[in-house]
């Protein structure tokens, strides 16, 4: 019912940039929530940032002041600034999207590689 494409995702030098895109697309009326996830490799899956339809902002302590998370609901896309980027934001990041009420939807997830 909910497609998430995912794009920006690469390999950078600690303390540089990356900005991840990703377009919902299908059934997207009443989709509340959209955010990110990443998964690291030996790590479960962690909340990285995610924002409601009216602006709500919610960050893992690890990266706030670095990353910024943003939204363009006529394009129904969510993006993920990614700043000072550091080795350990080194993981699989995924799109999540939520309904007000419902069932919630993944992307197939981007990598992003920081090297040291």
């Known amino acids: 019912q909910v497609q998430l494409v995912e794009s920006g995702g690469g390999l950078v030098q600690a303390g540089g940039s990356l900005r991840l895109s990703c377009a919902a697309s299908?059934?997207?009326?009443?989709?509340?929530?959209m955010g990110w996830y990443r998964q690291a490799p030996g790590k479960q899956r962690e909340l990285v940032a995610a924002?409601?339809?009216?602006?709500?902002?919610n960050y893992a302590d690890s990266v706030k002041g670095r990353f910024t998370i943003s939204r363009d609901n006529a394009k129904n896309t969510v993006y993920l600034q990614m700043n000072s980027l550091k080795p350990e934001d080194t993981a699989v990041y995924y799109c999540?999207?939520?309904?007000?009420?419902?069932?919630?939807?993944w992307g197939q997830g981007t990598q992003v590689t920081v090297s040291s």
């Open positions: 299908g059934s997207i009326i009443d989709i509340n929530t």
């Open positions: 924002i409601t339809r009216s602006g709500s902002v």
């Open positions: 999540n999207v939520r309904r007000f009420t419902g069932p919630q939807y």
